[in-house]
């Protein structure tokens, strides 16, 4: 850590005469914020004043006269930034640091570098370009006086973009505003001038152009002039420069870094597209950098006002970091709706083509915001090295990958997996910050030429110790007092905001994977958006629960935002439409509920689920008290799950381990569960149940441990319980069991306590709720639930004997990518790997004497087990999975005790550092794996194009067409028949009665299955009352993803090619059936005319 | 394993008892009954007397935000304890009180849900009566910060755009295609509508029979709420295709048809 004292600006004259209190608040934040205006002003000014000199010259010279000029002057630039050699940024770090009387002494010498550097590269190119074959930078060496005026121009170029840096350690940069408007005046001035005296080449432009620019430098210098009169003045000073090499070459080779990316993509476009598509880029990019000139303009602005003091710069940040966000996040939302507006004013063409760019481009101002803001940092750190190489690897990686996206898919391809790096860049980058902001770090106080105290602070904000630093002694003023800076060390619960936000962009690129996928952007690039975004949103709430720092409102927010959000990713990527099969067959029973103002009618989806109504109720609620429509409702309902969910989980574990670490960790182990991401953030039954599981058992937990409980205590769990059991079957009488082992366990460890007392009490009544409600009228639960154990039963069976197995990872005909499979097994591993050893822990420590539900976690946990098991067969692993949402209960009370045992993470030292991210990349890798396990192959995890019996990849425009045309124009609880997919639809948005095999015992596929029609179909439509046929005629485009088009037995399941198209088109032809919708995927066939049908 | 609880969390410090009040029935406890009491009426009444509907959902959402508060008051633990327990209970009362509604003869009604709530408010209000809501000059300490809101502020920006950005994709995406379908049965005049959920066209509809092809209408152009119908002829038996006029290499482009029998 360098610090220096604060020292005047040799070239802020103002500096010196403003009064110290005025002073005292530039070197704040007025300070940056008047830098980041006058930047912006700067390059608001020079655009319009540049809009008028080209339309002068436009008017006044020739097209190809301004082809010459505008070539040089762009070469021009290009060279003086080339020949800048980093010392623009070297001097604003540099000068506060540098005596007084010295500061003007190394400008110059730095100046005259530069201009040297330059100008040699402008003379060898002047000389160069005359072995191109034609163009018009030709016409810059057509004689040696153009030739040297290109040199001299391009000299001039390189000193004032150095001195614009310079002079920003001045005041609040209006010198270079000034000099910037002066210039662009004077071009003007100069080409008005050229032009009446007859001067009509390119040269001429570039000349005043030149001219111009030789014009505003006085300007610096008088604005800047030295008021203290130093005897015998050096002009130049070798020595001066003495020691900056290294540091210019890492501060340019940084700035090249920087700028690399966005100029190359227009040749990686050229190269992998068209040029044509190159022009709608390039004008998208254009117009994007007026986004990005903020967040450059901001950190610039940190940088120089900083005065080379990073303790105060850390401050800052904690507002400007915001600042940039919010102002980017806003020029989003006027770019993003407005791009078609915008890009029209260059064609027409450019408002088609280019609006996708630009509305995916304008994106990354965010993570500019975060990367500009580390590069500010290491700057004033006096690091630039360090962050160029960062820098350097991550823009050899943006152009990677933009190649990659532009193979890919193009334009669109390179913007979106640059954007995707970019996010996670900013990842990165944003953890560095914030580690930064937060360091203990010295606040430099008392400060005199002489000496600089340092005081070491804790984190607590206690003074831990104090260092003197010698610091050479400067001549001149006296030092300015330092503005005092806020503590080092923020409020730990302040800390949660940085990590809501950067969980907040994971849902954004969430969002993107799902624009992608509907743009059938190739699956690949969709696959990266997904997990990226996920990792975004996972990642940050687990490296906040391992930190040793962090208070437990902070560690219970973190967990309860992951549920939150994560629960929100769902709906980033599926946002209007319920598209799993649990989710539209609930959605039926909705409807239903809806239409007869009752429970319990028929719902052929999923009879089950009429008879467990609680969800549905739930939701019908929020829609009529609300107003609500079904899917906004259900939204508002799972996120108020998620919210009891994750509370009571936590909550109860705290109660249990005395321990908000523990249960942190334990409630983010738990969500790497396999159900957790896909299943249970369904709109179905159990994601209801199981939450309101965990809440009676935290109910029972914060019972007050009196000798005799009142009644109204138990008030609650007694309800919760009832809630339950009509909520879900399987929940209900797991929970049931639990709270009966719960009370034994009790019963045998501490013997007769009000709390064994009430948990017996709470579970009996649980196991007579769940038992009377299975035994209403009509309630199918025992049969549903036989079914599903004798279809588990027989799979394991054929298991053993071997007449049966599973593919665990290639499935439907689909592959499985490799990383997916390694990522699948690693977390499998891992978990085995921490559960030997978590057991272990616990059976030493003898973890579950902290009481008797600990002792039944433990017990849980052990099950686990099973649940990998359960994928050797296809019929085991839909219940072990389920399970898997009960046993990651214990799994993670016990890995989480293990943890807090183990202890070494939680140091606050070089080792501690390592174990933590140790610990916070397993809990990544297992948190990927199972939901890559309990989600299935990749096309059911992001939307995409149409796939055949897929679910969420079948409800699709067409799907969702035919349905929303039945609703409207078939009479409500008409009989159908159709595939599984059009019959979920049907059901829950058409309003119909889809027939099954489940609900009405006689399998019809063969009506929609069987190659030709037979008097056996017609018996079936009789059989049935099938009043309308629904057909997917894309059904023979390929095998059922899901492994069947209609239902589990149904016609010919064992086939190994698509359903003939012949077959689908059948009822074409059939006598009395009407053909009476077609959208040319879905037909809809009237088939009340056969005879007997109703 | 040591204890978190009381480890600088301000939420664990915050807990606010219920005030000891006056005596029951006393004038102040009346009056707060009526003061609390009034959105729950307002929105019983609106809900009663088919009051407009954005009316009787903000005075429900009141009430329901003031009964929630007297919940979350009335109990002796911390915030978040007092957060789970409201958000919990408020989901097994809704289930309960469902199962209660599909019992009375209205059955499960928006009126009936909005009356059904009012009534639980009322009970809730009148076993809270006790418990003081905190004034407007209030000064709350610890739950709600200012400091660090950029953050939510922003983070909550960043969800909403990626909400939005998501649907505007989807529904752009989700957007029906051309289709056609019988429309209407008035007597013997039977006709097809031609419809989509993006422009499309021009279209051409053309009646197919023994008797030939016949064009009933070209120039067709559809869209989101611009159908076309097309009355066709009675007593023939044919098809209805809707093809796209543009001429493809294959011949004319079929995008959906339809076969029946015309009485």
């Given at each position: 850590m360098t610090l220096s004292p604060a020292a005047p600006d040799l070239l802020a004259d103002e500096s010196t005469r403003t009064p110290r209190r005025s002073l005292r608040r530039i070197g704040g934040l007025d300070r940056v914020a008047g830098i980041t205006a006058t930047l912006v002003g700067t390059q608001a000014v020079t655009s319009l004043l540049g809009f008028i000199f080209w339309t002068i010259a436009a008017h006044r010279f020739t097209v190809s006269s301004i082809g010459v000029a505008s070539d040089a002057t762009s070469t021009m630039q290009l060279l003086g930034s080339l020949g800048m050699l980093g010392f623009g940024t070297l001097l604003i770090s540099r000068l506060p640091a540098v005596a007084f009387d010295r500061r003007r002494v190394l400008v110059r010498s730095c100046l005259v570098v530069v201009a040297l550097a330059s100008a040699m590269l402008g003379i060898v190119v002047a000389a160069s370009v005359g072995l191109l074959p034609s163009g018009g930078l030709r016409a810059v060496a057509a004689t040696p006086a153009d030739g040297a005026l290109f040199a001299v121009g391009v000299a001039l170029t390189g000193v004032t973009l150095v001195v614009d840096q310079a002079v920003l350690t001045a005041g609040s940069g209006l010198v270079q505003l000034e000099r910037n408007t002066v210039a662009s005046t004077a071009k003007i001035g100069f080409l008005i001038a050229l032009s009446l005296d007859h001067q009509h080449g390119g040269m001429a432009i570039y000349l005043s152009w030149v001219l111009g620019t030789v014009v505003s430098l006085p300007v610096v210098a008088l604005r800047t002039r030295n008021p203290v009169v130093i005897r015998r003045p050096r002009w130049l000073d070798r020595a001066a420069l003495r020691g900056t090499w290294r540091d210019a070459a890492s501060h340019h080779v940084l700035n090249l870094a920087l700028q690399a990316p966005l100029m190359l993509f227009p040749v990686i476009i050229t190269v992998s597209a068209s040029t044509r598509s190159t022009g709608y880029f390039t004008t998208a990019l254009l117009l994007s950098g007026f986004v990005f000139i903020l967040p450059y303009a901001v950190s610039i602005g940190l940088f120089a006002a900083s005065d080379g003091e990073h303790a105060s710069m850390r401050a800052r940040m904690r507002l400007t970091i915001p600042f940039g966000i919010a102002a980017s996040l806003a020029a989003d939302a006027v770019l993003i709706p407005l791009a078609p507006v915008i890009l029209r004013i260059f064609g027409s063409g450019y408002a088609l083509h280019g609006v996708t760019a630009l509305r995916l481009i304008v994106l990354a101002g965010l993570p500019f915001v975060i990367k500009d803001h580390f590069v500010a940092l290491r700057r004033v750190e006096a690091r630039p090295g360090a962050a160029a190489r960062l820098i350097l690897i991550t823009s050899i990686l943006e152009v990677a990958a933009a190649v990659v996206g532009a193979r890919l898919d193009g334009t669109t391809g390179l913007c979106l997996v640059w954007l995707g790096l970019m996010y996670i860049e900013a990842v990165f980058f944003g953890a560095i910050l914030f580690r930064e902001m937060r360091r203990p770090s010295g606040t430099v106080t008392n400060r005199s030429p002489a000496e600089v105290v340092v005081r070491e602070v804790d984190p607590g904000g206690q003074l831990t110790g104090q260092a003197v630093m010698a610091e050479p002694a400067h001549p001149g003023p006296d030092p300015l007092p330092v503005a005092p800076a806020p503590p080092a060390v923020t409020r730990p619960s302040s800390r949660l905001g940085p990590v809501f936000f950067l969980m907040s962009l994971g849902v954004g690129v969430e969002a993107l994977a799902a624009v992608a996928g509907n743009a059938t952007v190739t699956p690949a690039g969709v696959d990266a958006l997904f997990w990226a975004g996920l990792v975004l949103i996972f990642g940050p709430a687990a490296v906040t629960v391992v930190s040793p720092r962090v208070t437990r409102g902070v560690r219970l927010g973190a967990v309860v935002v992951l549920g939150l959000l994560l629960q929100i990713s769902r709906y980033a990527l599926f946002p209007t439409q319920f598209v799993f099969h649990d989710e539209l067959a609930h959605a039926n029973t909705l409807r239903l509920i809806q239409l007869s103002h009752g429970l319990f009618s028929a719902n052929p989806l999923l009879p089950v689920s009429s008879y467990y109504p609680g969800l549905e109720l739930v939701t019908d609620a929020i829609h009529g008290l609300t107003g609500l429509d079904n899917r906004g409702s259900a939204m508002v309902v799972l996120l108020l799950c998620r919210i009891v969910m994750t509370l009571g989980l936590y909550l109860g574990l705290e109660r249990i381990t005395g321990s908000g670490r523990i249960a942190a960790i334990a409630s983010v182990c738990y969500v790497c569960n396999e159900q957790y991401l896909f299943f249970n953030s369904q709109y179905s039954y159990q994601s209801l149940a199981l939450p309101l599981a965990l809440f009676a058992v935290y109910l029972l937990l914060r019972l007050p441990a009196t000798s005799s409980l009142r009644w109204r205590s138990m008030l609650l769990p007694f309800a919760t319980v009832a809630a339950i059991t009509v909520s879900h079957h399987l929940t209900a009488a797991l929970l049931a069991v639990a709270l009966c082992a719960w009370a034994l366990v009790e019963r045998r460890v501490r013997g007769r306590t009000p709390l064994g007392r009430a948990v017996a009490q709470t579970g009996a009544l649980s196991v007579a709720s769940v038992l009377a409600w299975a035994f209403i009228p009509g309630n199918p639960v025992r049969t549903y639930l036989g079914q599903i154990a004798t279809t588990a039963g027989d799979a394991v069976t054929a298991f053993v004997e071997r007449k049966q197995s599973h593919?665990?990872?290639?499935?439907?005909?689909y592959r499985t990518p490799t990383w997916e499979i390694i990522v699948s097994v690693g977390s499998e591993l891992l978990v085995v790997t921490c559960m030997v050893l978590a057991l272990r822990s616990v059976w030493r420590h003898r973890t579950w004497r902290t009481g008797s539900l600990a002792l039944l976690l433990c017990l849980l946990s052990v099950i686990w087990p099973i649940v990998p098991a359960g994928h050797l067969t296809g019929a085991t692993s839909e219940v072990t999975d389920r399970a898997s949402g009960f046993v990651f209960l214990g799994v993670g009370f016990v890995v989480a005790s293990w943890l807090e045992l183990s202890g070494r993470w939680r140091r606050s030292d070089r080792v501690g550092s390592r174990w933590r991210i140790l610990l916070g990349g397993g809990l990544l890798v297992a948190f990927v794996g199972q939901t890559i396990l309990g989600s299935g192959p990749q096309w059911a995890q992001t939307p995409g194009s149409f796939l055949v019996s897929s679910d969420s990849r079948s409800v699709d425009k067409a799907n969702l067409a035919a349905a929303h045309w039945e609703a409207a124009h078939l009479p409500t609880g008409s009989r159908i028949i159709a595939d599984r997919d059009a019959s979920l639809l049907a059901g829950s948005i058409g309003g119909l009665y889809p027939v099954t095999h489940v609900a009405d015992g006689i399998n019809g596929s063969a009506i929609l299955l069987s190659p030709t029609w037979t008097a056996a179909d017609r018996t079936l439509v009789r059989r049935l009352r099938i009043a309308y046929v629904v057909i997917d005629l894309r059904d023979a485009t390929g095998l059922p993803r899901e492994g069947i088009y209609y239902e589990s037995g149904e016609y010919d399941q064992n086939r190994t090619s698509p359903v003939p198209l012949s077959a689908l088109t059948k009822l074409n032809a059939v006598a009395g059936v009407t053909r009476i919708y077609d959208n040319g995927s879905l037909v809809i066939y009237d088939v009340r005319a056969i005879e007997g049908a109703s | 394993m040591t204890s978190e609880m009381s480890q600088g969390d301000p939420m664990a410090a915050e807990t606010i008892k219920p005030a000891q009040g006056e005596g029951s029935g006393s004038p102040d406890l009346q009056a707060r009954l009526v003061q609390r009491s009034i959105p729950v009426l307002a929105a019983m009444a609106s809900q009663i007397l088919v009051g407009p509907r954005v009316l009787t959902v903000a005075l429900v959402l009141i009430s329901l935000a003031v009964s929630g508060l007297l919940v979350f008051r009335s109990m002796d633990t911390t915030a978040t304890d007092r957060a789970l327990v409201v958000t919990g209970s408020a989901l097994v009362g809704l289930v309960l009180l469902g199962l209660l509604l599909a019992l009375v003869p209205a059955g499960l009604t928006a009126r009936s849900w909005v009356l059904g709530v009012a009534l639980g408010e009322l009970v809730i209000i009148f076993a809270t009566l006790r418990v003081e809501l905190p004034g407007p000059t209030r000064r709350w300490s610890g739950a709600i910060r200012t400091r660090g809101l950029g953050w939510y502020v922003a983070g909550v920006v960043v969800l909403a755009a990626a909400v939005g950005l998501s649907v505007g994709s989807t529904v752009h995406t989700d957007a029906a295609p051309v289709a056609i379908s019988v429309q209407a049965e008035q007597g013997t005049q039977y006709s097809v509508a031609v419809s989509s959920g993006k422009v499309r066209g021009p279209l051409t509809v053309v009646e197919t029979s023994a008797g030939g092809s016949r064009v009933l209408r070209s120039g067709v152009v559809v869209g989101p709420g611009n159908s076309t119908v097309v009355a066709l002829q009675p007593g023939i038996t044919g098809q209805v295709k809707v093809e796209l006029e543009k001429q493809t290499a294959k011949g004319r482009s079929t995008l959906a048809h339809l076969s029946f029998i015309i009485p």
């Open positions: 593919a665990l990872f290639d499935a439907g005909g | -």
